[in-house]
């Protein structure tokens, strides 16, 4: 059975992870997960995706059990999560993760790493790591900072504490709150919603917040290039005509 399932909806990718009972993050998840993005990326037909959890979790960490087992192998399952989880980030197409339960530990570092994060009423977020002794190693103390500030970062990395999604939602965490039985579709919508967009505009928009130190002269650079594209040409003649723009990422 896949670790990681597929369904293509549309222009949108769904990935599921399926990895009972509490969709750890084991070694082999995260290559499935990798191989997925890979394709799907490579794939012009998708211009979005979704990542989700099979059951009542959307992901409880890295595996522990097998984790313990690593040994010196520990450092590559450690680089192999940052760079996956940093291919999320900077990934040309809009990723949403639809939290369906607890994100915990590399669960939330996942989450983090997405574009948008909607969650149902259930959902927890936390780094537990330090009650095992242990810190985050895929950028929880990176990326956690970034999303809700420093005080609220320390708090909860220092305390390992778990907060419900209104608390995440208050601080921001988590973009919406939808009920359960209509997140993933809700997040779909959304998803189709971002790959109807200009491909090359989002992208553009990704890199700019991925690199702030490009400042102003980068988003003037970023908006000469795409004014020169047939995607640009194409939105203001639809806007013109007041018709809806069919954009084709060139």
């Not at 009542?56 to 097998?66: E, K, L, M, T, V």
Request: proline share 6%; hydrophobic share 45%; charged share 20%.
């Amino acid at each position: 059975m896949a670790l990681v399932s597929q369904e293509q909806r549309d222009h949108v990718m769904l990935f599921e992870l399926n990895h009972p009972p509490v969709n750890s993050l084991s070694f082999p998840l995260l290559q499935e997960l990798s191989e997925a993005l890979d394709m799907a990326l490579a794939n012009d037909d998708i211009r979005a995706m979704v990542i989700t959890g099979h059951g009542s979790f959307f992901a409880a960490g890295a595996d522990i059990p097998s984790f313990l087992q690593l040994g010196n192998d520990v450092n590559e399952f450690l680089r192999y999560g940052v760079k996956l989880f940093d291919r999320i980030e900077q990934s040309a197409k809009p990723i949403i993760a639809a939290i369906n339960g607890p994100a915990l530990g590399g669960g939330n570092e996942m989450a983090m790493a997405c574009d948008l994060r909607i969650a149902c009423p259930d959902a927890r977020f936390g780094q537990p790591e330090v009650n095992l002794g242990i810190i985050p190693g895929w950028g929880g103390s990176v990326r956690l900072p970034k999303l809700i500030g420093r005080s609220q970062a320390t708090r909860l990395l220092l305390t390992g504490d778990a907060i419900d999604a209104d608390e995440a939602l208050r601080i921001g965490l988590i973009h919406h709150i939808v009920p359960s039985h209509l997140l993933v579709e809700y997040a779909l919508n959304q998803a189709d919603r971002l790959a109807s967009l200009p491909p090359l505009a989002l992208q553009a928009i990704k890199e700019l917040l991925a690199n702030p130190e490009l400042g102003q002269a980068g988003e003037s650079e970023k908006m000469a290039q795409l004014m020169r594209t047939d995607d640009a040409t194409e939105g203001i003649t639809a806007f013109l005509q007041k018709r809806r723009p069919q954009f084709r990422g060139r």
